[in-house]
């Protein structure tokens, strides 16, 4: 702290009033106080010295401390009316005055001397004959400090100084010097300090009458301040310490939040009621989420599908009493996907170890499942291999002998046209039920071959034999095959498939239906425009819904409960990609319901040909 410490300093002139008042000594003080009354007592000493002395006082005050300075002044008999009539008194309100020389919180030099040098003027011309000393007092860096402007404060004690060394001014300024007590005010302070002549001190200090009791003070200071600087040094030490221990626990939950982030599960934060608080990015993206804050307070449990509920609530009631909750179930992504997900829920517990939140971590297992269920339809598969296999071994000896039994009847004498035409139509079916049995269903590679297939044939032939079953139902078939369109192929197994997909067909129709049944030379669906012949199955039954439509090549699905294997139209697609084609279907429900499925079968030899269809 300085003490009435002097220092020299250089002024820029300022355009108002080139010459000196005489050969006064201006200065500029400042004071710093504990009490408001010793601050107005001091400062009706500074004014009435200046007053009773025949010169002028300007006073830039609140409105508080002009009342109390006027008060304070009539007390020590001093007739403020008659000085301010004279001009010698001239009070100035501190908030306006200052409000008038802001621009953007920061006091403008122009502005400044157009506001304060005609005041001083004024003062200036006031004064008594042969007297040439003004005294100012200016209240408005104090306010300036006290709304934390401190820049402010100082560029404006700063404008102070040259109009004090301007007009050779006894200047006072003062703080109360509570403002100055936090640590971060320390640099102001001596700021502050610098910017005057001289410093007063606030009263505990200057009330002391020795220069001993004033040592003794000194001395108590400076002990003060030693214990101060300890303390300051110890807080720095404890705030360093600090910041490496948060620095630390910042970088840890960085990483924790970046493996949350990288990891490929699902993590969600839920509060003891259930409800989601926090989703990590990679469980956002696995349900096709793109605003998380949707999702954020709503009950985790209503995300899973109705039927896996229970379970979830179950896995929820079990972490909310300490324990480990799991389960497995599904739930719908926002795209509509169907998800299965294997989930851990635990809690998280606070310093106290009572439980704050719940976490549940879902693993996607959607993938595993499906392998799963790969793994379960292909162990079917081969065990109805093994059983077809031994069906077909056993059947054996009976289809031969039925077959011996038809070619005998074939070759005797008299039979009617008709009679033989159904009898080697019996033969043609009965080979290929060996055919079939043989192929197993298509888990036994048979030995079929590759000939010339009139489709015309072949079609009458399967129709002839669900002639009974199209009868019972009463439903009309139309057929458009031109009669000698044929196919170098697989009879057996194009007969098969046509068959499947014809059985379906009659399966779906009701009473009273239609099957359209359509073959004709065509293109492929690839794009590359491959000739082959297209075979088309249609008809106007009940059609397939949505969700049937996605799992009719899957093995064992099927609709048809108690009479269905759910391999007919699985075989029949893997017969027809044996072959190099293709089966595709077009299904629909409503007033014009019914299902069309169509066949290509790319062959370069299609149209007319020479030889045998069989």
């Avoid at 500074?46 to 109390?68: E, N, W, Y």
């Avoid at 031969?400 to 159904?422: D, K, S």
């Avoid at 669900?466 to 057996?492: C, F, H, M, N, W």
């Amino acid at each position: 702290m300085y003490l009435y410490g002097q220092r020299s300093r250089q002024h820029t002139s300022q355009p108002y009033h080139s010459d000196a008042l005489g050969p006064a000594v201006s200065a500029h003080a400042v004071q710093f106080y504990e009490d408001e009354s010793v601050f107005i007592e001091s400062l009706s000493e500074f004014a009435g010295a200046a007053l009773g002395s025949g010169g002028a006082c300007v006073v830039i005050a609140t409105q508080d401390h002009h009342r109390r300075l006027v008060e304070k002044l009539t007390s020590n008999n001093i007739d403020v009316t008659r000085t301010v009539a004279e001009g010698r008194y001239i009070p100035v309100d501190a908030r306006r005055a200052l409000e008038r020389l802001l621009v953007q919180g920061r006091p403008d030099p122009q502005r400044f001397w157009e506001e304060m040098a005609p005041v001083i003027e004024r003062a200036r011309a006031a004064l008594r004959p042969g007297v040439k000393a003004i005294s100012v007092f200016g209240e408005m860096v104090a306010m300036l400090w006290a709304e934390g402007n401190q820049q402010g404060a100082i560029e404006l004690e700063h404008l102070w100084n040259e109009l004090v060394e301007r007009y050779k001014l006894h200047f006072r300024c003062a703080y109360p010097i509570g403002s100055f007590a936090k640590e971060s005010y320390s640099g102001g302070f001596d700021a502050i300090c610098s910017q005057h002549s001289a410093v007063i001190p606030s009263e505990s200090y200057s009330d002391l009458a020795s220069g001993e009791e004033r040592d003794r003070m000194v001395s108590t200071l400076q002990q003060k301040a030693s214990a101060v600087d300890a303390v300051v040094e110890e807080r720095e030490k404890e705030v360093a310490h600090r910041k490496v221990v948060e620095e630390k626990l910042r970088r840890t939950e960085e990483f924790t939040r970046n493996i949350i982030e990288s990891s490929a599960d699902c993590v969600k934060v839920l509060d003891l009621d259930g409800r989601i608080q926090y989703m990590s990015p990679a469980g956002q993206r696995s349900m096709e989420i793109t605003d998380a804050s949707q999702y954020l307070n709503k009950l985790w449990v209503e995300l899973w599908r109705e039927e896996d509920r229970s379970r979830a609530k179950e896995a929820l009631s079990a972490a909310r009493e300490g324990n480990v909750g799991s389960f497995q179930g599904d739930s719908i992504t926002i795209g509509g996907l169907r998800k299965s997900w294997d989930v851990r829920i635990t809690p998280a517990l606070d310093r106290q170890g009572a439980i704050e939140r719940l976490v549940a971590v879902s693993r996607d297992i959607t993938e595993l499942k499906s392998a799963q269920q790969l793994a379960i339809q292909s162990e079917k598969l081969a065990a109805t291999g093994r059983l077809a296999a031994t069906i077909a071994h056993e059947i054996n000896n009976p289809l031969e002998a039925v077959t011996n039994f038809i070619y005998l009847a074939m070759t005797a004498q008299g039979l009617p046209e008709e009679v033989c035409r159904h009898l080697s139509i019996a033969d043609r079916e009965l080979a290929r039920v060996s055919q079939i049995a043989q192929q197993t269903l298509g888990f036994y590679r048979g030995a079929s071959k590759d000939r010339w297939i009139n489709l015309a044939d072949l079609i009458r032939d399967v129709l002839v034999v669900y002639e009974r079953k199209l009868a019972y139902k009463r439903i009309e078939t139309t057929v458009s095959v031109s009669p000698d369109l044929k196919l170098y192929g697989r009879q057996g197994e194009l007969r098969q498939a046509v068959s499947n997909l014809l059985t379906n067909a009659i399966d779906a129709s009701k009473a009273g239906g239609k099957i359209w049944i359509r073959a004709r030379v065509s293109h492929g669906w690839n794009g590359e425009r491959e000739a082959g012949v297209r075979i088309t199955l249609a008809d106007n039954g009940s059609g397939m819904p949505r969700e049937v439509q996605k799992k009719i090549f899957i093995p064992f699905f099927t609709t048809k409960a108690e009479i269905g294997t759910g391999i007919g139209l699985w075989a029949t697609k893997a017969l027809i990609e044996q072959q190099g084609g293709a089966l595709r279907f077009r299904s629909r429900q409503g007033e014009k319901s019914g299902t069309t499925m169509s066949i290509f079968l790319p062959n370069a030899h299609t149209g007319k040909a020479s030889g045998n269809g069989d």
